[in-house]
């Protein structure tokens, strides 16, 4: 224990170490602001996210909880000790790099903390018991299983050697920035500030809508030692900014009035001592709650208030894509089907909260902060301080996870503003409730739609109608509300097609991007209809796909042939075996289960309790009467037994996608440049901001492929507005598509130029070398002196800059034309468990098939087809964010390792010829169809049809009441207009339970499960 008024001590990492913090000072805190080791990470600051996770006397505790003093004289071990000490732990980084179980890091470091903990008590442990130790650290990224299979793998075998020239696309390459990750030395937006960096903190409205007054800032600065207090006035540039330029209208700080709670009103800035000691609700503002719109409805009726007025009915913007005579189409239909479909905001929840540092340089500021964006950034920021762009410089740090979120300014204009004003370098990291609170969301959507088909299967119209709340600022408000229409009708041939969309404002946080730009909460709504409509025609949901699916010479919705690369059949056909496996398998266990509710009200059978007489008995001989075969085996111990419970019931799922790579009918180029130094090393200019996904490896592939020399012939120059061209945003899973075609055409160019100063043919071999490159041309060998060559203005003796700008045409007023230049296809396969008393939802396993043309590194593919898979059932099933609750990860529960199933990819590829090297991106498409194949299973459980997403206990209860007392009790909807008037199942009237379900009350919906696992208390 500490005795009063001795320093605290402790030994950290095998050394004695004193620290001069108070006793209640956070762990954390010590361990990185006092003692400079910032591989322990901080998500949340509250017990929530497990990123802080260190050995406390070889024990895992969240380091954000426990306080210093705890600490005085006990051991403590970070993710540095460990790498530099525990052999355990430096298996398991390895093991993390062959599995490609880090993506943006952030987390990394706590899971291998709790992974060592494990591995060291047992080194054999089960799946359920890596699980369990992993289960207190959340990631936002990976989806788990890449995780746990790296924990069960430790001490496997050494990584594939490095593929030779010429082989690296396809190559299951580890990460190229892997090492830092799990060595916990990325350098995060938190991580590398100045040490005598003053701190900003915002001052933010409590209110929806509210306007303010300040009174005497000046005397609150001077009485609390303050060296700024910022507000709009002091805004030297545009105090305006936002994604889209004609739409831009959010203020750096409000004036007058904040239209959504936790808009920014003010800041201070100042030393860190004094500014996080401030208690900020004395800071001097009086605030006027003025009635707000937080809902759709609200805001959309007549004679409302205008959240800006001129913006007309609080429409920001309308899309519309129209094909054909929908009408007529519903007109010659056999089967009609409809219904109204809600989503609410969803929190994108990057395990690394907004964070970075500006400083002043002559009359440049520069800032280095987590974005998907620096060239968005720059422009923003230079607007908002009124100086050029070129006087700003971004650097983006690592980025622990955006899905979205951080394509938007966050931190950036404060940062700015006050190193630009105060001439000294400024940090900000925001809290998670800051964060929450105040960044973008995914839209909730409202959505009204009609499907129709003839009884020969074949879809023959579909009419959608979605609103889409996009809070108080444009955003990405506009890319929604056009995405959504070209996209709506899924990857079928939909001869008449009617999408008309609504982006409208609130005074609710800001809806942007996340991971589909609505193409989500559209599939949500469509890929349901399309069962009821299979259902209704009575036709086998998954072959009405198939039959449906859209082929290369077949128009899509907005007019456009895709000709090559359309791998959606493909994707479905190759589900095939898996739907009649899962199909069967779930029949059997209803089938039981049937039974066990029978006899659930039945006396028991002669025999029971003496090993005979039992259903499953009855159910064996009823069979051939021999031993089952291995495979009956297996699949009956999934089947429920006399005395298992009988009122689970499995169900199969299924939904496609289609995702239109990049920006919709815009330019959206990336640059690159590749360049050969005197030294004869080959620097790659790579400035696709790598968020997790991979493109600090998988641009590196291309590269080297398209020039021809092996990986390790290059230095890669990581994205700075400085250093690198513009890659654009990461962004519209653009990346791997757009800058990787741009990358396949500067090395290809840098190629030709090598080989013609050779006067070598195209199949010679370059071999870069010490001060030159060797050029192996059959039995000719040339070699060129760089020595003897020019440098350029960028030091290069050799170079090539190269621009992609996918094929795109404007869209008409009826939304015809080519928007994009490539899509992706995928289908996924959900297979469910419900519990009918319960309303809870277990996902067993699922089965994501993707086309992604080349898969250019498919341990990454797959890592984001899990993540995607993960954030799906996510969407699905538990996560909602309502505006002023729950602001902080113990509230609004993402998946944790215990939540996520086994998830099967299947890559196809289908060669597009506009990707490098035929690849499209897998970034949002790896998202869109895991909700709706997860309702579809439930749908196919139950009977109950889920209107409202998440699909939370209490909903899927009322759902299942609702089918249970419709004319079709338990069945699908099999007729035209089963679900004519688009109610929703959830606002049914309470209805009396059947047999299978509980009388009211007495069995209480429960959450799902809660995260736990693996941790002690200090
Ligand atoms: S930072 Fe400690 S649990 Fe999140
Ligand atoms: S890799 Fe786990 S949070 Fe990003």
């Not at 992974?115 to 990224?141: F, Q, Y």
């Not at 990857?491 to 946080?509: C, E, G, I, K």
């Not at 192996?776 to 070699?783: F, I, L, M, S």
Request: net charge negative.
């Amino acid at each position: 224990m500490r005795h009063e008024g001795k320093p605290i001590g402790f030994v950290l990492n095998g050394r004695p170490v004193a620290s001069a913090s108070p006793p209640i000072a956070r762990l954390t805190r010590v361990l990185r602001d006092e003692l400079g080791l910032t591989g322990t990470k901080v998500g949340c600051d509250a017990g929530d996210c497990g990123a802080c996770t260190v050995l406390l006397d070889g024990e895992p505790v969240c380091g954000c909880l426990v306080a210093c003093g705890q600490a005085d004289g006990r051991n403590v071990t970070t993710i540095e000790g460990l790498t530099e000490a525990s052999e355990t732990a430096q298996s398991l980084q390895r093991a993390f790099l062959r599995h490609g179980a880090a993506q943006c890091g952030m987390c990394t470091p706590g899971m291998i903390v709790a992974g060592t903990a494990l591995l060291e008590r047992n080194a054999s442990p089960s799946e359920a018991e890596v699980a369990d130790a992993i289960g207190g650290v959340l990631c936002r990224c990976t989806g788990y299983r890449k995780i746990i299979d790296a924990v069960l793998d430790h001490a496997g075998s050494p990584a594939c050697p490095a593929p030779d020239a010429g082989a690296a696309v396809g190559a299951r390459i580890e990460r190229l920035d892997g090492v830092r990750k799990v060595e916990g030395r990325d350098p995060f937006g938190a991580d590398a500030c100045p040490a005598d960096a003053l701190v900003l903190r915002v001052i933010r409205s409590p209110h929806h809508r509210a306007s303010f007054a300040f009174e005497d800032l000046e005397a609150y600065a001077a009485a609390n030692g303050i060296a700024a207090v910022l507000i709009a006035r002091d805004v030297p540039g545009r105090n305006r900014y936002g994604v889209i330029p004609p739409f831009a209208d959010q203020p750096a700080f409000a004036e007058r009035e904040a239209r959504f709670r936790g808009e920014a009103v003010a800041a201070i800035v100042g030393d860190a001592k004094t500014v996080e000691a401030l208690d900020l609700a004395a800071f001097p503002v009086t605030w006027t709650a003025l009635p707000a719109h937080t809902t759709l409805d609200s805001a959309l009726a007549p004679g409302a208030d205008l959240v800006h007025p001129e913006r007309a009915g609080n429409v920001l913007v309308r899309g519309r894509v129209v094909r054909g005579d929908v009408e007529e189409g519903l007109a010659a239909a056999d089967a009609i089907v409809e219904g109204e479909f809600e989503t609410g905001f969803v929190e994108h929840a990057p395990i690394e909260p907004e964070a970075g540092w500006a400083r002043r340089v002559g009359d440049r500021v520069e800032i280095a902060a987590c974005t998907q964006s620096p060239y968005m950034d720059r422009d923003d920021v230079a607007l908002i301080l009124g100086i050029e762009p070129e006087q700003v410089r971004v650097i983006p740090t690592a980025v622990g996870g955006g899905f979205g979120t951080k394509l938007d300014l966050s931190v950036q204009p404060f940062l700015a503003l006050a190193a630009w004003t105060l001439g000294a370098p400024v940090r900000m990291t925001y809290s998670r409730p800051e964060s929450m609170m105040t960044t973008t969301k995914r839209h909730p959507g409202r959505m009204q739609v009609r499907a129709a088909a003839r009884k020969d299967g074949r879809i023959v119209a579909l009419d959608f109608a979605g609103d889409f709340n996009t809070g108080a600022y444009s955003s990405w408000g506009p890319t929604v509300a056009n995405r959504v229409p070209v996209h709506a009708s899924g990857p079928y041939l939909v001869p008449n097609y009617r999408a008309l969309t609504r982006a409208v404002h609130t005074h609710l946080v800001p809806a942007g991007a996340f991971r589909g730009f609505g193409v989500p909460q559209a599939s949500v709504a469509v890929e349901q209809l399309y069962d009821e409509l299979a259902d209704g025609i009575g036709m086998d949901r998954l072959e009405f796909r198939i039959l449906n699916a859209l082929t290369g010479d077949q128009p899509t919705v907005t007019g456009q042939i895709l000709g090559e690369g359309v791998g959606i059949r493909a994707c479905l056909e190759a589900l095939r075996p898996h739907w009649e496996r899962a199909r069967r398998e779930a029949a059997a266990w209803n089938d039981l289960a049937a039974v066990n509710d029978q006899l659930a009200t039945s006396p028991p059978p002669r025999g029971e309790g003496s090993g005979g007489g039992g259903p499953e008995d009855a159910r064996c001989r009823s069979s051939s009467g021999s031993p089952p075969t291995p495979d009956r085996a297996s699949r009956d111990s999934a089947l429920p037994t006399r005395g298992r419970a009988s009122h689970l019931r499995r169900g199969v799922g299924v939904a496609g996608m289609w995702y239109g790579c990049g920006n919709t009918s815009m330019s959206n180029p990336s640059t690159m440049r590749i360049g050969i130094r005197p030294d004869g090393r080959i620097a790659l200019h790579q400035g696709a901001v790598d968020i997790g996904q991979g493109s600090n490896t998988i641009i590196p592939q291309i590269a080297a492929d398209a020039l021809g020399v092996s990986l390790d012939a290059f230095d890669i120059v990581s994205a700075d507005t400085d250093l690198t061209p513009d890659c654009g945003k990461t962004s519209a899973s653009r990346q791997t598509f757009i800058t990787g075609k741009a990358t396949e055409l500067a090395g290809r160019a840098l190629r030709a130029e090598i080989l013609r100063l050779a006067n070598a043919g195209e199949e010679a071999r370059i071999v870069p070398g010490a001060g030159e490159i060797c050029v192996q041309d059959g039995d000719h060998t040339r070699r060129i002196p760089m020595a003897e060559l020019e440098t350029d203005e960028h030091g290069y003796v050799l170079s090539a800059e190269r621009s992609f700008d996918p094929p795109t045409t404007p869209l008409d007023a009826d939304g015809q034309g080519e928007p994009y230049g490539l899509y992706g296809f995928g289908a996924h396969l959900a297979e469910i468990e419900v519990d009918t008393r319960l309303g809870t939802v277990k996902v067993l396993k699922i089965t994501a098939a993707h086309d992604v043309g080349r898969a250019i590194n498919p341990t990454l593919v797959e890592g984001q087809i899990e993540g995607g898979v993960a954030q799906g059932l996510g969407l699905a099933l538990m996560e909602e964010f309502h505006p002023g609750r729950g602001e902080n990860l113990h509230d609004y529960l993402i998946p944790s390792a215990g939540d996520v199933p086994p998830v099967e990819s299947i890559l196809v590829e289908e060669a597009s010829p506009a990707g490098p090297f035929g690849a499209k991106g897998i970034g949002e498409q790896a998202l869109i169809p895991t909700a709706p194949a997860i309702l579809n299973a439930i749908h196919d459980a139950t009977g109950a049809r889920i209107r409202r997403v998440p699909a939370t206990p209490d909903r899927v209860l009322a759902a299942i009441r609702a089918a249970m007392s419709s004319p079709s009790r338990g069945g699908p909807s099999r007729a035209e207009g089963a679900n004519r008037g688009g109610g929703r199942d959830e606002d049914a009237p309470a209805v009396a339970p059947s047999p299978a379900l509980p009388p009211p009350g007495s069995a209480s919906p429960s959450p799902p499960s809660p995260r736990g696992g693996g941790m002690v208390s200090p």
